[in-house]
């Protein structure tokens, strides 16, 4: 039964961290250059956990700081729920 809740939760987490990584990817490719964002692409925690808050307070788009822990917020709470469900 909590299959019901995991399996959302893992598709949001496919789902924001691809497009993330594609968004993040293409903000740093605009602001830093190629090089710099293949570089960043090899080190994607980094990637990931810095563009989008340089995004938000250098030009304020917020919207990668939502689509990246955001999500991640949302699907762990959905996958913390099903397992809750599957654990009685």
């Keep these: 039964m909590g ?3 995991t ?13 993330g ?18 570089i ?6 980094t990637l990931l956990g810095l563009a989008p808050w340089y995004a938000g307070f250098s030009h304020g788009d917020w919207f990668p ?3 990246v822990y955001g999500g991640g917020i949302v ?3 959905l996958v913390t729920i099903g397992s809750k469900i599957d654990e009685k």
């Design 75 to 77: 699907a762990t709470v």
């Design 40 to 45: 960043s692409l090899i080190l994607a925690p």
């Design 7 to 19: 399996g959302p939760g893992m598709l949001i987490y496919f789902v924001c961290g691809i497009w």
């Design 21 to 38: 990584a594609i968004t993040c990817f293409q903000i740093v490719a605009e602001n830093f250059g190629n090089i710099l964002a293949i």
């Design 65 to 67: 700081l939502l689509l």
């Design 3 to 5: 299959i019901i809740f």
